[in-house]
């Protein structure tokens, strides 16, 4: 079995703001998969990012970056100087050997105010 | 590169009826997965096909059922609709090759269901 947990619901930043978006995972598998999406309001999922269990180098893509932290089963997406077209729902997933299907957690709707 | 189509974009149903969607993937990927995304319930997995294979499927009553075609594309039908089946059904396109799904999964833009 496998589980995504995000906690924040709902953030709401400024313009300019750091955010980050939490997500903790759960797998019996040491094989694994992490995903990130955005949802914007058009409702297409937008992939973000993906990382395997045994990469755990953290990312920077532009303003975008990841922390993944295997000992606590936490992959945490932090984007910097965020702007309003950062505004949507982001989900995290996780995809194991055993399970071969995402599960998402239940997302984290952005608000960036101007 | 033409990314994920799925049609209709929007449908409504009256409860009772079927329902027909479809999905066709990025050209040359095999891997057809669809999900249902609902206010209540989130996204959930309904089933996964693999050149024209059902691989996997979800915790979904019978009523859902999908199939693949020889060129990938994928339909997936709801039967005897109920007012709850109303949801945006996503499709995900994958250039999986049959082991473990460390491959992106790029994703249509879904058809919005609504039953009344």
């Known amino acids: ?114 | 590169k033409a990314g994920v189509t799925q049609t209709p974009r929007y449908l409504i149903k009256t409860r009772g009826q079927q329902v027909t969607l479809s999905c066709s993937p990025i050209s040359g990927h095999r891997s057809v997965s669809w999900y249902q995304q609902t206010p209540g319930q989130g996204l959930q997995f309904l089933f996964e096909y693999f050149s024209e294979t059902q691989r996997n499927k979800g915790n979904f009553p019978g009523r859902f059922s999908g199939r693949q075609f020889s060129n990938s594309r994928s339909e997936m039908n709801v039967s005897t609709l109920e007012l709850g089946d109303s949801a945006l059904y996503l499709c995900a396109s994958s250039g999986d090759r049959g082991v473990i799904s460390g491959y992106g999964y790029t994703f249509g833009s879904g058809t919005r269901l609504t039953v009344v």
């Open chain 1, 1 to 114: 079995a496998q589980k995504v947990t995000q906690a924040q619901t709902e953030i709401s930043v400024v313009e300019k703001e750091d955010v980050t978006l939490d997500c903790v995972y759960e797998t019996r598998d040491t094989t694994y998969y992490l995903f990130w999406y955005k949802q914007p309001p058009s409702g297409e999922l937008v992939f973000l990012i993906r990382r395997n269990s045994f990469d755990e180098q953290n990312e920077i893509s532009g303003r975008y970056s990841w922390n993944f932290q295997k000992s606590t089963s936490s992959f945490n997406f932090t984007i910097t100087a965020s702007q309003v077209v950062d505004s949507a729902v982001y989900f995290c997933a996780v995809n194991s050997g055993s399970a071969r299907q995402l599960t998402f957690g239940s997302g984290t709707q952005l608000t960036v105010l101007p």
